[in-house]
């Protein structure tokens, strides 16, 4: 006699656990093309720098978005506080590790200047790129207004989980259909991890949806409250939602991995698992031009009751035009992401990102091992 189970456990997988399985057709990388649409905007490479003040700021936003993709300033954080953020940077940088925490929740307690943030949104269209910048729900309808008066081309609305339906004491929350009516320009929100919750989002008129829920480097929502889905899993589960919204409606929504990438092995699994991007953190923040100066911490780190993320040393690599698109000088992945991209696809015989989401995903936990004996030695 079997014992009755209280509930069902679905298995799920991660970057680790799979494989892309080569093609019968190879094409050469240079013949690929990995543009990346977000409403009526392109990208000529599919990539999102995160919303972390460690990552991207004013200067970083232009930098990427000249190599062909989107930075996207955190309007919420220190360049939305403080007049000289340069200074704050190097404090939250010289703090202690013991003291790390306590320093991020000061400084973040500093309020948000509305002055500010069309001065930040204005630095970035100076440069004659795309301006993205990112809002918690709480603060979106007040301060939306604001930057897409001052210019800002993308909205991305960023909380730890983001559902269509929010129920709370307040007498009318954030109401998606409303605010991409409102503001007129495309809206991204996140994060999200399941097939339903992104649907309902997708039928409330918005552009794209990010995907992950603490799988960041410097991320802890995992150990603090024990929430998340392996990346592969949610990216698939997400992009089938988008599958099913667009042979409803004929209306493209993009779907963008957030969180966990390293390498550009992985940055080709996430799109392999259906995203139409990805957006990077920590590998922006090891850029020289990145303002946290070899550090990272993430958006919910100085939460000042609990706090989902710590301070991490990630140090400083190379300049962001080499991380994304070499030359590489390591052997591990984490530089030229935009050539690995390329080379995965000319792998598997794909011309296009929508392509490459055709290729085949194999489970091969120990695929990271197999043969390897020799370079794990001398890692460890």
């Not at 990145?290 to 690599?317: D, E, F, K, Q």
């Amino acid at each position: 006699m079997g014992v009755p189970q209280f509930k069902n456990i679905r298995r799920t997988y991660g970057f680790d656990e799979v494989a892309i399985a080569p093609g019968l057709l190879t094409i050469n990388p240079d013949q690929t093309s990995i543009n990346f649409t977000l409403g009526d905007l392109e990208f000529a490479i599919p990539i999102l720098a995160s919303a972390m003040d460690a990552a991207v700021s004013p200067k970083l936003a232009a930098i990427i978005g000249k190599l062909g993709g989107l930075g996207v300033l955190n309007l919420e954080g220190l360049w939305g506080r403080y007049d000289d953020p340069e200074a704050v940077l190097w404090e939250i940088g010289e703090a202690p590790k013991e003291e790390a925490t306590t320093v991020l929740q000061k400084i973040y307690s500093a309020p948000i200047q509305e002055r500010l943030l069309g001065q930040r949104v204005q630095q970035i269209k100076e440069s004659n790129v795309t301006c993205a910048i990112a809002l918690t729900p709480q603060n979106t309808k007040r301060l939306a207004p604001i930057a897409v008066e001052a210019g800002a081309d993308v909205l991305v609305v960023q909380s730890t989980v983001t559902t269509a339906k929010h129920i709370s004491k307040s007498y009318r929350g954030l109401i998606f259909s409303e605010l991409v009516e409102q503001i007129k320009i495309p809206v991204v929100v996140g994060n999200c991890v399941s097939y339903e919750a992104s649907l309902e989002l997708m039928e409330t008129g918005i552009q794209g949806i990010l995907v992950g829920i603490g799988p960041g480097a410097a991320c802890t929502s995992r150990e603090v409250v024990g929430i998340g889905v392996p990346q592969v899993t949610a990216t698939m589960d997400c992009a089938a939602a988008r599958e099913e919204y667009y042979r409803r409606t004929g209306r493209y929504v993009s779907i963008i991995t957030d969180g966990g990438i390293r390498t550009g092995g992985e940055m080709c699994k996430a799109i392999v698992s259906g995203a139409d991007a990805v957006m990077l953190g920590t590998p922006i923040a090891q850029a020289t031009e990145a303002p946290g100066h070899g550090y990272n911490w993430g958006m919910a780190s100085p939460h000042p009751a609990l706090p989902r993320g710590i301070r991490i040393h990630v140090g400083t690599r190379a300049p962001l035009e080499q991380i994304l698109c070499g030359p590489s000088t390591v052997t591990d992945g984490t530089m030229n992401l935009v050539g690995a991209l390329q080379a995965s696809m000319g792998m598997v015989g794909a011309f296009t990102i929508k392509e490459f989401q055709q290729a085949e995903l194999v489970l091969a936990p120990d695929i990271k091992a197999e043969g390897k004996s020799f370079q794990i030695a001398q890692v460890n």
